[in-house]
Nanobody, 121 residues
Framework: QVRLVESGGTLVQPGGSLRLSCAASGFTFSGFVMSWYRQAPGKERELVATINSTGGRTKYAESVKGRFTISRDNDKNTVFLQMNSLKPEDTAVYYC??????????????WGQGTQVTVSS
């Protein structure tokens, strides 16, 4: 079965940093584009960052560009999201998912439990 297990979220002060991890199993990880999404209370789930299958290309939502970095380790079936200069508006549950196309990161797998990031003073 497909599993996506996000971890690393916590309470953090504005301006702080966090590194999220997503451990994937049940599919050929290296064959898929991977993305991070987030969902804040009362808001739609939004795409935050995408990385191609080899890790050579990335793209970001405008709201996080310059602050977040997505990366992956295909040997460990893990995708990461390094988040710096965090803002209260980054508060959300963060999820990862797999996609077929870098240009269209439509989530293909069942959602994991997500990991809560709370940015607050």
């Amino acid at each position: 079965q497909v599993r996506l297990v996000e971890s690393g979220g916590t309470l953090v002060q504005p301006g702080g940093s966090l590194r999220l991890s997503c451990a994937a199993s049940g599919f050929t990880f290296s064959g898929f584009v991977m993305s991070w999404y987030r969902q804040a209370p009362g808001k739609e789930r939004e795409l935050v960052a995408t990385i191609n299958s080899t890790g050579g290309r990335t793209k970001y939502a405008e709201s996080v560009k310059g602050r977040f970095t997505i990366s992956r380790d295909n040997d460990k079936n893990t995708v990461f999201l390094q988040m710096n200069s965090l803002k209260p508006e980054d508060t959300a549950v963060y999820y990862c998912n797999a996609g077929q196309f870098f240009s269209q990161a439509r989530p293909l797998m069942n959602w994991g439990q997500g990991t809560q990031v709370t940015v607050s003073s």
